[in-house]
Nanobody
Framework: VQLQASGGGLVQAGGSLRLSCAAS????????LGWYRQAPGKQRELVAT???????IYADSVRDRFTISRDNAKNTVDLQMHSLKPEDTAVYYC????????WGQGTQVTVSS
């Protein structure tokens, strides 16, 4: 399975961005999709995940600001980010679990103050 992320970029604090990720290499729906992020000098951390049935998990730091969604038929996952803060600055990685953990290439999100 390959994961291809898009979106990201530079935005001012309080702004919004949308990340998208498309999975290829399987005709089956990937059970778990999500997003992680890694800021400079920090460990990679969970942002949000979503299962095929729609159940979600959010990091406390992004709850009520970010929304994760997916299209099971297309094996895509999106992350809508609102009210962005400078501390959201990181490389965001698309994640999927299909037999094993799969990672996208990462996309940079930079929030200026």
């Amino acid at each position: 399975v390959q994961l291809q992320a898009s979106g990201g970029g530079l935005v001012q604090a309080g702004g919004s961005l949308r990340l998208s990720c498309a999975a290829s290499g399987t005709r089956f729906s990937i059970g778990l999709l999500g997003w992680y992020r890694q800021a400079p000098g920090k460990q990679r951390e969970l942002v949000a995940t979503i299962r095929t049935g729609g159940s979600t998990i959010y990091a406390d730091s992004v709850r009520d600001r970010f929304t994760i969604s997916r299209d099971n038929a297309k094996n895509t996952v999106d992350l809508q980010m609102h009210s962005l803060k400078p501390e959201d600055t990181a490389v965001y990685y698309c994640y999927g679990h299909y037999i094993t953990d799969c990672w996208g290439q990462g996309t940079q999100v930079t929030v200026s103050s």
